[in-house]
Structure formats: C-alpha cells, structure tokens
C-alpha cells in the first residue's frame, strides 16, 4: 500500500510506517501525476483535493486532512468516488486558545491592560471556541459566545432533549466586546455564511479601543478594506495569525497589525501531531485493523517541563509562565523579520510554516505549587499538576 503524506505532517512515519510504502510529499506542490497511484493521501490545509486532483487515481482507499478546516477538501466528490474521507476536528484547538491567552497577555502588557478587567467576544463556539472559554474561565475573564449555527441546532434538537445548555449572544453584542476573536470555519454558501462575516460595515464599526484577534481563515475577514479603515484612521488593534488568499497575502495590511503570523497559532507540536494519531486511527478503522500506536509513545519531553512555584500565584507569574511556555511575539518576530530581509513571497509564507520552531503547549510543563497556594489557576488553565 503507498501512502502519500505531506511533508510537515509530525510522526507520520512512526504512525504510518508498517502499514505500507510512505511518501513525502510538499503540500503546496502536489500535482495529480504525483498521487496517481497512492493508495492512501494525507494532507493539510494547503493541499487542495478535488476532482483535477484525483483525476488519475482509480485505487485511493482513504484520504485524510490533519486539520480541523475542511474547505480545501472537496467532499462531494471523494463520495462520488466512495472514497472514505476524515478530518481531524479539535486536533490544535488547545494550541489556536494558547496562542490567544499568549496575544492577551502581550497586549496587556503592552499597553498596561488589566487582561481579567477583559470582555472577549468569541465567535464560533466549536472545538476552538470551547477550549478558549475553558482557559478564560480559569482567569476568570468574562466572555460572550456567538454561533448562530449552534443555536439553531440546539433550537432543534430541544425537543429531544440534546441542548447545548451555552448562553448565545448576537454577533452586534459580540463585537461590542473589548476582545473579539475569530473561530469559525471558512463558508461561502448558507444561511450562516463565514466569508467576509466581518466586512466593511462592521469593521467600521470597531473601535480604538478594541482588540481584533483572528486565527481562523483569513476569508473570514475583508482584508482589503480592513486595509482601507486602517488608512482612513481605524484604531482597532489587530492580531492577525491567518490573511486572506494564502500565501499570496495582502502584505500591506501587516504594518497595521501589532502581531503579525503565518497561519501558525495551531501549529504546537501536540496540535499537529494529534491530527496525525486522529488520522492514524481513522485509516485503521477503514482498514479494520486494530490501532496500537498513540501520541504519548513519541512525543519527546519539553526543554522545560517543571516549575516550581513557591508563593501566591499572581497576574505577574501568570503573565511568565504562559511567556516561558509560548510567547507570540517570537512568532510576529520572525514573520517581520522574513519581511524585512525581502518582500514576503509565497515561498517565504510557506517556508516560515515548513521551519516552524518547536512549540510545546501548556501541558507539556507540570508546575508545582506550594500545598498553601489559595490559586490553582495554572492547572486549570493547562499546565499538568503536582504539589510541593
């Protein structure tokens, strides 16, 4: 069995490799002569497969993107074909929340904020979403969900008792909040319509005082004419992970933004390798054989993965420790860097994304708190647990 997979998929051959023949392949580059003959593809965000894809391929029993994202994935015709197709829901959405709580606390730092004074507007409230509202309820930072999609269904599915029990806010109040940050999928058609959700009547309705935080799509906001409103005057401070047209970005808009990344705020080693064990399990499944790999075996340990904390847990060591473990600003670091060595190209886009440094999450550190402490914020926000 040949199994194509793409190149900056983590541990793809500790998952996959005695299933059958691997072959790496770039993302970005892969051509329909390539995959003629694979048996299985794997692939992620940047790897468009359709029709003209799959044009040459008659024996392709299973493909699988490592992503929570599936609008790069033509799914009406892989079950035209009945190919067998999964996805990888919730796989970065710790990472995508870390990498918010980390632009929260630069941003407060930045410009002497108190983060837990915050109101956050999160819109979309699926995996990311929720995994985002944990972490705000464990600083106790006030926040208000919108997700019209989900409250229609629970409207729904109230008659036979399946509710989400969640308390959904208008879009109008949620961008209303001092924070608003993005996390809804990329779609163009329906009722609730992601593309360009925030067009240029509502961003021009933001005000100086807000932060506007996407790490989704970049569909999902009009960069052109949030370009437009930052040249008109518009003070929204932006935090921009995901652009428009990846990776033949709207270049200007980035001297507008006070962090600035390449489509990297799930890129943590956990959050990419779990689409490949969620992928791993799903081939097993369709292959029915029997899944006795898992991400424990393989991930390694972190460069720092204890710490102890021996007074009153405060906003000061909040602040270090989530720092200690992912300080965004190394990530805006290099994206301007690359900026300002060249004009950012697609390669340069996408290269930035192939070096991606080691990132760990929250939980790959266990801190250790004094048995007095009256604070367990860090255990609820991610890190692992133990007492001195």
Known sequence: ????????????????????????FVGRELTAEQVKDADVLLVRSITKVNRVLLEHNTKCQFIGTAT???????????????????????????????????????MSERYLIDMFSL?????????????????????????????????????????????DNRQFSSLDDVLKCDVISLHVPLTKSGEHATYHL?????????????????????????????????QQGLETKLILDVWENEPNILTELID???????????????????????????????????????LSQFLPDAQIDYVEIKQDFDEILLNQLVKMVYDVRRDDGIFRQKLNRQQLTAQSFDQIRKTYPARREFSAITVALKNQARSDVPHRLGFSKTSI
Not at 1 to 21: C, H, Q, S, T, V
Not at 141 to 163: Q, R, W
Not at 200 to 229: F, H, M, S, W, Y
Request: glycine fraction near 8%; charge should be negative; include cysteine.
């Open 1 to 24: 069995m040949k199994i194509f997979y793409d190149e900056n998929m983590p541990f793809a051959k500790e998952f996959f490799g005695d299933l059958g023949k691997l072959q790496p």
């Open 68 to 106: 929570i994202g599936v609008d790069h994935i033509d799914q009406t015709y892989l079950a035209e074909c009945n190919i067998p197709f999964s996805s990888a829901p919730g796989c970065n959405a710790i990472s995508v929340a870390e990498y918010v709580i980390s632009a929260l606390v630069i």
């Open 198 to 230: 925030l067009n240029e009547p509502r961003l021009a309705k933001l005000t100086d005082n807000q932060i506007l935080i996407n790490a989704c799509r970049g569909e999902v906001v009009d960069n052109q004419a949030l370009l437009k409103l930052k």
């Open 256 to 294: 507008y933004t006070e962090l600035a990344s390449a489509h990297i705020a799930g890129y943590s080693l956990e959050g990419k390798a779990r689409g490949t064990e969620m992928l791993y399990q799903a081939l097993c499944k369709t292959l029915n054989i029997k899944a006795n790999k898992s």
């Open 119 to 163: 109101t956050v507007g999160i819109v979309g409230a699926g995996n990311t979403g929720t995994r985002l509202t944990e972490k705000l309820d464990a600083l106790g930072i006030k926040y208000l969900l919108c997700d019209p999609y989900l409250a229609d269904n629970d409207a729904e599915n109230s008659a036979d008792n399946v509710t």
